[in-house]
């Protein structure tokens, strides 16, 4: 394994992608996509909402009295031994299939990019071909999903989904807006190792 004949661009494309993978896992797996809070009478109710679980948080006295998750893979949930019957819109369930497209993309290029840059046998033209491929692809699902989570949350979330009025948009769903960002410059990058091994063999 030797980096000598490594060019810089693919050197700092490593750091870049791992980045990438690191918020798209921490923006898909947590659930501060939308979050909203209410107080009364000493008690506080905080709610999150994230691609596969909803959560509420009860505050009493200053002190956490609650903490309590219910998976949004089904519409149908058992809260205290009863059946509850809650809708997520079919924009949702978009949402969550983009982002996790956008996910294995991400870590497809990450994956085949590493294997790119210490490899000498996969330093081929062909291997960056396919790690800008993914990456543009890997922008365009995870954007996509926040686009749409982002236009349809405040309008169909309160009435499908039960949170509270006055949610807004939260740390999760930024995290997945930096996740595509640095899924453009790692294709931006791939874009300029091409024209560098424009030579390379195939």
Known sequence: MSLENVSMVAKIMMPIMFLAVVL?????????????????????HTFGLGLW??????????LLNGDQCIPTASDEVTVN???VKIKYPSWYRGAE?????????????MVLHFGYVLLEELRKRAIIMGVLALSIGAAVMIAVGVIIFGAKYEDEIGQNVSLAAG?????????????????????ACAGLEMQNTRLMAY
Not at 34 to 44: D, K, Q, Y
């Open 167 to 187: 949610s807004s948009l939260s740390w999760s769903f930024g995290v997945c807006i930096g996740a595509a960002v640095l899924a453009i410059i790692s294709s």
């Open 81 to 83: 031994g009863q059946t």
């Open 97 to 109: 299939a983009v982002e996790t497209l956008g996910l294995l993309a991400v870590l497809a290029a």
């Open 53 to 62: 679980r909803r959560c509420v948080s009860i505050t009493l006295g200053g």
């Open 24 to 44: 798209q896992i921490v923006g898909f797996s947590t659930t501060a996509w939308v979050t909203t809070s209410h107080s009364a009478r000493g008690v506080s």
